[in-house]
């Protein structure tokens, strides 16, 4: 079975903090991808990054950066010193077999206060 | 470059009635998937259009059903509309033809009420 846990609903801190997202995947594929996806207000999922399977290595974009580790079947999200304008429904989605089927998660609702 | 897409943006139905949501991939991108959204929950895959024909289904009944016009753009139709088909419907655009790794690029979506 193919599926992608969040765990946290919702997160709250204070602009200027560090926080995490959690993301657990479960596939039988040895050749999958994972993508994070941004949802604001406005419900256009914007695009953050995209991992395959084979690349473990950690991703930094500006204030953000991305953990995947294949032995825990995760791929966490971490934005460094939030921002307001960072607030929104975030998603984890997995991509696997030969199929453009994307199985998300149920997404974290982040909240950063001014 | 344009973006992908959709309209209308909002949209009332009554149950039963029949509904079109319609789709303009992004410039480039030969691929088209539609998802539906309820609220609070993950998007949840719909089916997906590659050269004009429907490639991969999620878990969705026959009324729901689509097209992809030569132009790469798609159409969304769901007869019988019920109380639970409101949700907003994304649709996502990709190159294809290097695998599926691709990422997709939605659109703003389609918030579809059924009263």
């Known amino acids: 079975a193919q599926k992608v846990t969040q765990a946290q609903t919702e997160i709250s801190v204070v602009e200027k903090e560090d926080v995490t997202l959690d993301c657990v995947y479960e596939?039988?594929?040895?050749?999958?991808?994972l993508f994070w996806y941004k949802q604001p207000p406005s419900g256009e999922l914007v695009f953050l990054i995209r991992?395959?399977?084979?690349?473990?290595q950690n991703e930094i974009s500006g204030r953000y950066s991305w953990n995947f580790q294949k032995s825990t079947s995760s791929f966490n999200f971490t934005i460094t010193a939030s921002q307001v304008v960072d607030s929104a429904v975030y998603f984890c989605?997995?991509?696997?077999?030969?199929?453009?089927?994307?199985?998300f998660g149920q997404g974290t609702t982040l909240q950063v206060k001014p | 470059e344009t973006g992908v897409t959709q309209s209308p943006t909002h949209l009332i139905k009554t149950r039963g009635q029949q509904v079109t949501l319609r789709c303009s991939s992004q410039?480039?991108?030969?691929?088209v998937s539609w998802y539906q959204q309820a609220l609070g929950q993950g998007p949840q895959f719909i089916f997906q259009?590659?050269?004009?024909?429907?490639?991969g289904r999620g878990n969705f009944p026959p009324r729901f059903s689509g097209l992809q016009f030569p132009n790469y753009s798609s159409e969304l139709n769901v007869n019988a509309l019920e109380l639970d088909d409101s949700a907003l419907y994304l649709c996502?655009?990709?190159?294809?033809?290097?695998?599926?790794?691709?990422?997709?690029?939605f659109g703003q979506g389609t918030r579809l009420t059924v009263v």
């Open positions: 596939t039988r594929d040895t050749t999958y991808y």
């Open positions: 259009y590659y050269r004009e024909e429907e490639n």
């Open positions: 996502a655009s990709s190159r294809s033809g290097q695998g599926w790794a691709t990422e997709a690029f």
């Open positions: 410039s480039g991108h030969n691929t």
């Open positions: 991992r395959n399977s084979f690349d473990e």
């Open positions: 989605a997995l991509k696997s077999g030969n199929t453009g089927k994307l199985i």
